[in-house]
């Protein structure tokens, strides 16, 4: 979850210009169909991906939408 990782600096799908607002599903799905930049663990490049890759990972395994969770988790005031 680095900026080390090698993956492209944008996915093909739910780049910032993409008007489709697609899951955040689709998004990492999409970079099946990409290759690697750079060897990972190599030079250091900023990677959006890496958010979306994230996101998916916790919609994984708290069984709710990024989106959904981030509003309860992290935005929500704190007692």
Known sequence: MSHRSGLVREPPVGHYFDPTEPTVAATVKSLNSTA?????????????????????????????PYAKYLKHAVLAPWD
């Open 36 to 64: 690697l930049v750079y060897e990972p663990g190599t030079p250091h490049q900023v990677f959006e991906c890496r958010d979306h890759s994230c996101g998916y990972v916790l919609e994984r395994r708290k069984e709710e």
